[in-house]
């Protein structure tokens, strides 16, 4: 995990800053690579942002976006067989 934290990429700059728990999915098509965070928080993900986009070389784009907010799930009903 120490290596994890040296570096500038977006997994090393969300693991330096963002609270523990938080899941990642990353993808790749050509050109593009897109990251999807799921968090119980979006503290200091201005953070990530600023920092990020300070190591971004010529010609690269950092956009970031929001989805929406999570629900959490509802109980089960019990079930009842008579």
Not at 32 to 37: D, S
Request: glycine share 8%; charged share 25%; with cysteine.
């Amino acid at each position: 995990m120490k290596r994890l934290h040296t570096g500038n990429s977006v997994i090393a700059l969300a693991a330096r800053h963002l609270d523990l728990g938080v899941v990642f999915q990353s993808q790749r098509r050509r050109t593009c690579h897109e990251w999807r965070l799921l968090m119980r928080s979006e503290e200091n993900v201005d953070v990530v942002y600023e920092q990020a986009a300070t190591h971004l070389g010529d010609g690269i784009e950092l956009h970031i976006g929001r989805l929406g907010d999570a629900e959490r799930p509802r109980p089960a009903k019990p079930f009842v067989v008579t």
